[in-house]
């Protein structure tokens, strides 16, 4: 009867041991309203890896759940722009991050919107929908503290249609095209 127990007990604290490392490294987010589209759709479910930035920061490209500094009752998903100390502009719905325009495959349309030169704050984030045309974001309200980052889309697990791992863009794939074309002899 002690084996019993002892293995209940076993197997009752390697649960609890479990439960709490994936309470304390992996967060599911759900995708509400559509200033995402295409590229994640309304009810779509994700795991956020929370522990991604505590051994490194957000990179431009990359899409993080975060509390928006006007609503920190809420998870948003956006996509991060700009970078501390960069600067963004918006000239006819084109980003311009240090003067240099993001080839942004990764947007449903491009907006008219403007946006006059912007320098990002230390330990702040510049972040936008890939639906810019409805996405409420960095335009609105303003940057995104770091302390506001929840953490990196990592996994999307629902539906089942769109399992996989979540696409980032890095700063080298977003280069324009023509600076990506290999060099001839």
Do not use: C
Request: charged share 20%.
């Amino acid at each position: 009867m002690r084996g019993v127990i002892r293995e209940v007990v076993t197997t009752i604290i390697v649960a609890v041991v479990i439960f709490l490392v994936l309470q304390a490294t992996v967060q599911s987010s759900v995708v509400i309203g559509s200033s995402m589209k295409p590229n994640f759709e309304p009810g779509q479910r994700l795991l956020v890896n929370k522990v991604v930035y505590r051994f490194g920061e957000p990179q431009q490209g990359e899409v993080i759940v975060f509390r928006p500094p006007d609503n920190e009752d809420e998870d948003y998903i956006k996509r991060v722009i700009a970078l501390p100390g960069d600067t963004v502009e918006i000239k006819g719905g084109t980003v311009y991050i240090n003067n240099v325009a993001l080839d942004e495959p990764y947007i449903k349309a491009p907006t008219n919107d403007t946006l006059r030169p912007t320098e990002i704050p230390e330990n702040e984030y510049f972040v936008l929908g890939d639906n810019r045309n409805i996405s409420n974001d960095s335009r609105d309200w303003g940057t995104v503290p770091r302390q506001n980052i929840v953490g990196k889309a990592w996994l999307s697990v629902w539906p089942p249609d769109q399992w996989g791992v979540v696409a980032h863009y890095t700063p080298q794939e977003q280069l324009p095209s023509t600076k990506l074309a290999p060099q001839l002899p």
